[in-house]
Structure formats: structure tokens, C-alpha cells
């Protein structure tokens, strides 16, 4: 592992230095092993280990990339050890989620474009008068996503999606069990449109705080 790992860190400062960039292609394997003082075998366990991490892409046959080290793509990975989490951590999700939801609502508010906004009323509105449990809760997704987005900030905004889906059941579990969840999630969702259409930071940040720590409170009485 730690011939590995110097491997790794030897393609690191590769990508670092500039000597490759996203998009380029790795020297053939045999050249780029004799370059960096490395076995094959090394070089290999290396790459493999930055594929699993969206570092490197290798195609079969044509070589071995550097992929677009775009947050999104990286963050792939966080979302793959979150999907991991023990139903006991659900809490210290919540608690992230009230955090940086309400930074990214603020921002949105400032940042969002007029198309955009109408984006997310239509989101807002595509939810039906009676909606099952899992249309709200996908409803719900889309709209918090879209806010995210429109913060302008790619990496705020993969952390977000990335503490979905731990929280993605708990959510389920409120809409099926706490009366008026439904009403609630609607009247909350429109006050956070209006702030942002209102181009009003600080009171859309308000609202999501209180809409994300509506259910977090909800799921600290349920867990008791």
C-alpha cells in the first residue's frame, strides 16, 4: 500500500503542477511508469485506485485520462460512503443540512436569474393538490436541487445533493407519520419561492432554516 500510495501521490503532483489538465490523456503506461521510478504493477494500482474516485478515466483501448475534476464528479464519492451511514447519524445530516441549505438559499436569492426563478416556481406548482407520499418527497428534492443550483456555487451545491439521500427516508417517514407534514412543506416551500423572487437573502435564509430544522426537530421527538 505504500508503494501504492506514492504512486498516487506521484500522479497528484502531476495534475497539480499542470503538467496534465482535465480532459488530457496519461502517457502510455511503460513510458509513464519508467518516468515517475514506478512498477507497472504500481502505476496500475494507482490508476485503478483514482479511477474508483473520478480522478482518472481509462478507456479501454484508447488510454487513461484525467476526467474534467469537476466538484460534481468528485463528490460521486461522498455520496457512495454517505449511502453508508448508520440510521443513527441520520441526525448529524439534519444538523449539516441547516448549515448549508440556508447559506445556499441566501446566495440564490441574490444570484438566481428571472429564468430561473420561474424554473423553480414551476417546480413549486408541479406538486399535485393530493401528491402521494413519494411525489412530495421527489418534489421536495427537486426543489431544494434547484436551489442549490442556482447558488452558483458548484461545490456548496454537490454537497447538498450529496446529503440527500441519507436524509431521503426520514423525510418518507415524516410524510407518512406526522400530521400536516404535507401542508407544512407546501406553505414553507412557498414562503422560501417568494423570498427568493423577492430577491429578499435574509428572509429566504430564514425560511429554510426554519423548514430544515422543522423536520430535524420532528425526527429528534420520533428517535426518542
Not at 68 to 80: A, I, K, N, V
Amino acid at each position: 500500500m505504500a508503494v501504492t500510495d506514492a504512486a498516487i501521490d506521484k500522479i497528484k503532483q502531476m495534475i497539480l503542477s499542470g503538467e496534465v489538465a482535465p480532459g488530457d490523456r496519461l502517457p502510455k503506461e511503460a513510458d509513464l511508469a519508467e518516468r515517475l521510478g514506478l512498477s507497472r504493477n504500481s502505476l496500475r494500482e494507482a490508476v485503478r485506485a483514482l479511477a474508483l474516485i473520478n480522478v482518472l478515466d481509462v478507456r479501454q483501448g484508447d488510454g487513461t485520462y484525467v476526467t474534467s475534476l469537476e466538484p460534481r464528479l468528485l463528490l460521486d464519492t461522498m455520496s457512495f460512503v454517505l449511502d453508508l451511514h448508520r440510521d443513527d447519524t441520520v441526525l448529524q445530516f439534519f444538523e449539516v443540512r441547516r448549515i448549508l441549505e440556508p447559506a445556499a438559499t441566501a446566495m440564490a436569492a441574490e444570484l438566481m436569474t428571472d429564468d430561473d426563478i420561474d424554473e423553480l416556481r414551476v417546480i413549486l406548482e408541479s406538486l399535485p393538490e393530493e401528491p402521494t407520499i413519494e411525489e412530495l418527497v421527489a418534489n421536495d428534492l427537486r426543489f431544494h436541487q434547484r436551489i442549490a443550483l442556482g447558488s452558483g456555487n458548484s461545490v456548496l451545491c454537490s454537497f447538498i445533493e450529496s446529503l440527500s439521500g441519507p436524509t431521503t427516508r426520514a423525510r418518507i417517514w415524516r410524510g407518512l407519520t406526522q400530521e400536516g407534514a404535507l401542508a407544512k412543506t407546501r406553505e414553507q416551500h412557498t414562503a422560501i419561492y417568494e423570498a427568493i423572487a423577492a430577491r429578499q437573502g435574509e428572509v429566504a435564509r430564514a425560511w429554510a432554516t426554519v423548514h430544515v430544522a422543522g423536520v430535524e426537530s420532528w425526527l429528534r421527538k420520533a428517535l426518542d
